[in-house]
């Protein structure tokens, strides 16, 4: 019974998916909440604050557990690390307003599509719909299934012929109108956030309510100035948070909006085409491309037609992207199924241009929609902007705990104040406010202003080098990176290729190789007819545009491609390409070559075909080009060089692009359809024609990023999706892989019957002989990383599949990943992470827009100042973007680290000083606290981060948490140094012969004001403030252990200053930081001159007693010799890394990362790495998930 309950109280949404949540349903109890009510009252709404800190509180308090099925609260959780709760109402959809056909309340559906959730959910008779919305996607309860449901996309089990069926006509009016109100707008809207909203949400940050109830206190105390001065710099603290949310609120809601107000033709089955508003557009609505330019409102599957479309704002590259109808078969396969890699082909997303619409002799270019809003691809990015996966980074969680650890002490410190105050026999009210008082000085009110300046300073270090980000908080992050992902072509080596050669082949034998550039144009043939008709090229603005690849091999035939026009081809007019010979290129007899449809090219597929016809002649022609291995595969294999395999690694092995080429004449008759040929039919049988070979050249800037990331043990790994061979080369030409070090090549296939999955190890060798013969085993062992592990995107997924075990220890040594999918390259990214290292992914911004997204710090060389793809953006497009985040990172990581131990180090030694004068019942004078806080203590935390990063990086990494053994023993160190300074100062001014107890009794010769009666100083103590010179005031300040304890904390707290800003190894020497160099000088100068003025004003001002010049310079030895320790003991001994690393070595400490026990267990391991060996999977296991991130299919 139990178990059913918890199977009908919790479920989980968007199963297996990036943003899956666990789900609890509640129902709200009358008592309960009228109990929390008056709790919130009784507490004056610190119970009600509570809750808004934590919503699984408010519903555990208010409701009890109950199925989600009659839940009118749910509780959601995330399935991270994080663990996060978020509170939801579950809401009513009336349908029952609808002009409804009749029967709808009986068992009919009302929507014509039967397997839609929209049918599922109505309940009857009533018609009305459970749901609830949870991050701008909503979800209805399915009452078939019991769960709930996301709505706003066309089913994924639709098959071709039912979208082409059952959508292809358009929807009735009635479905329309239904489908519009439980969907939703068709729009991606950002609310810009309300200002008063963003201040609440910052004020009602816990740190913010301690701050003010510290204010109110010292408030209360009279002790403005200070008070004062850390209210303006919240407000201006909040201000800029603010005012910072409000502009991105602004630019996201600008960068949208017009996409929520395009005006698209509509056609309903009952009312013909018609113009509407985008905002009205539903899953299942059929519209019509004109032709005109259209940024697309939604996600649509085209049906009829073809389309060109920039992409660019999705991945961050503008290319042309050929988009082709879905086909019209019979299969009962879902049609994403059915389709496989390649049904992105047939998806036209929205923020993406149409820029050019072809449609077919059928009529104009159709499309059915497929998602709207938030579920679109464009909907997804702003999501990701909006609800941003949390970082899990140890500083932040660090800094929390630190905080939590100075409350601790405020407690002892208010315990301690209490019992000395009650002994005094004080009043309550100052027992109370006194021991508030110590307990507030522990917890500095500074330290989220303190470290988001060090992040501040940072980004606009950044941004003078060219990089933009848009997610601040990782910039200290990039401190901790140890392992850099790198794409190849466009990151690595330049973007563009250079067309080296041709090697024609003929009779089944490559022929002489034609180079490029050459002062003889390429002769026509098939080979030349092939480089001018398969791509997919377009003029546009009267510019040929298209991929860099395809524009190359065009380039370089001479061959002109004419505006698109009107070309009688069998059934109709289609909309056709045609290329004609150029005054240089060679002669032909052929007047033009029309390019009638094209198979385009994807990723996943490895190839792309045209279907050509010679101007005048009756013939068709089909083109294939690709990766060599795929389209020798459709080729027969009589047509294919014997050495075809040997040519291929010759050019590859040099670090070539190397694409082949193939043809095949069609059988089709004279009034053939072109347009609704089968790909598989057409690609077969093809003859081959030889092989393209491009020049892909390393950029200048790669070879000595890449030194210099190795120098710093920072390990770079490439990940493209280019061929294997070229890729190894080009690790080994960029220095990936040292001349030493061997590459074990890792090949995979997939279980063929019985035989299982297996799994085998070669050496990859060079074209020098091998002589190693048996001693490779031992050279391999040699070094650590003696050897590299090199694999394919196919052999990545078998092992995910059936070799998961093995992962890790491929990963801690795998340097080259080929022919890898997005998808792919995301998992990868995932699954270092699940290693412990800090991954770090720089890519064109392409096809690498997911692993951008999943990696630590996710580099994009993109031109545009704020790829949405990316949480950094270089406009310099090279790698040299990398050490430079890396060396602002730690020099930030290393900022925020100081800027804790010295407010750590501040709030103690006041919490000291305060204590030691509580003793005998006294206290800091007014404007002693105020220079200590805001003359010192705040100006140190506004410029203590602008010490620039150094130029060199260290071959280790900066502390990647505040609770190390080296901080925390700076802090304990210079916290004892600190009480035995103080402590030796308040004992010893008691012992010297000029030391009176009674203030009555001090006079002071030089200052006639002093000689005045001050009253016993057991006198009732008042507040820290008020500045007044009455004698009860003075007498809770006024004494000689005031006089000394006042330098002794202030100027330490300027020595800690200077011993906790490090310089080297991560940041500039101290002295570079000009404005802290000055402002450090100038605040020791201002203590020494309070301190040792004999001035009249100045003392009475300041509330000091007059004491012999003698010990005045015995205080100042005292902080002589505490400064000479304390920086003898941080830089000479805490600071010293080998130091560290031979106790590391005494005590046997090992690091506790993933990739470190492998690495240990793996150089014990004497038959790893294995070599020309085969290992079998034991069992078929279930694929492991990767995220279905949205892939760009072109190249690498």
Known sequence: MEEKFWKDHYMLLNKDEENELEIFGYKVQGCRKALCIAGCILSCGALLLLFYWKPEWDVWANCIPCSLEVADVVLLRTTDEFQRYTRKKVTCIDLSTLLLPEGSKTDSPLVADKDSVINRAIMKPQLKMRCIQVQKIRYTWDFSVKEFKKVGSLEDSNTCHNIHHKFGAGLRREEQKMRQLVCGPNAIEVEIRPIWKLLFKEILNPFYVFQAFTLTLWLSQGYIEYSVAIIILSVISIGLTVYDLRQQSTKLHDLVEAHNKVEVTVCTKNEGCKKLESRYLVPGDMFLLDGKKLSLPCDAVLIDGSCIVNEGMLTGESIPVTKTPLPLTESSMPWKTHSMEDYRRHVLFCGTEVIQAKPTGRGPVRAVVLQTGFNTAKGDLVRSILYPKPMNFKLYRDAFKFIIGLSLIGVLGLIYTVCVFVYHKKPVAEVVTMALLLFTVSVPPAIPAALTTGIVYAQRRLKKKKIFCISPQRINICGQINLVCFDKTGTLTEDGLDLWGVIPSEGSRFQKIHKFPSSTPLPWGPVCGAMVSCHSLVVLDEKIQGDPLDLKMFEATHWEIEDCSTAQAGAGAFDTCIVRPGPKASTAPVEGIAILHQFPFSSGLQRMSVVTQKIGKEQYDLYMKGAPETVTSFCRQETVPANFLKELKTHTSQGFRVIALAHKVLNLGGDADVCNLKREAAESDLEFLGLLVMENRLKRETEPVLRELAAARIRSVMVTGDNLQTAVTVARSAGLVRGASRVILVEASEPEGSAPASLSWQLVEDSKANTAGPSEKEILEGETCNYHFAMDGKTYQIIIKHFYSLLPKILVNGTVFARMSPAQKSSLVEEFQKLNYYVGMCGDGANDCGALKMAHAGISLSEQEASVASPFTSQIPNIQCVPELIREGRA???????????????????????????????????????????????????????????????????????????????????????????????????????????????????????????????????????????????????????????????????????????????RKPIYTNYVFSVLLALQLGICLFLFFADIDAVYSGMQFLCTPVIWRVYVLLMLLVTFCVSFFTEDVILQNKHLWLLLKKWFGFQSKSQYRKWQRKLQKDPNWPPLNAKDFATKNTNEVYINPIYEHNEGD
């Open 892 to 1066: 930030a990581l290393v900022a925020s680290f100081g800027v804790v131990k010295y407010l750590t180090l501040y709030g103690l030694i006041q919490l000291f000083g305060t204590a030691l004068l509580f003793w005998q019942v006294q206290i800091f004078g007014n404007y002693q606290y105020l220079i200590q806080d805001v003359v010192i203590t705040l100006l140190v935390c506004l410029t203590m981060s602008l010490t620039e990063a150094y130029p060199k990086l260290a071959p280790y990494r900066p502390p990647g948490q505040l609770i190390s053994p080296p901080l925390l023993l700076s802090i304990v160190l210079n916290v004892c140094f600190t009480v035995v300074m103080q402590t030796c100062g308040f004992l010893l001014v008691k012992q010297q012969p000029w030391y009176t107890e009674l203030a009555s009794q001090r006079k002071c010769q030089v200052f006639p004001y002093r000689h005045c009666s001050l009253g016993n100083q057991t006198q009732t103590s008042t507040s820290p403030g008020g500045n007044s010179t009455t004698s009860s005031d003075d007498s809770s300040v006024l004494s000689y252990e005031d006089t000394t304890l006042w330098p002794l904390s202030s100027i330490n707290c300027i020595i800690v200053a200077f011993v906790f800003s490090k310089g080297k190894p991560f």
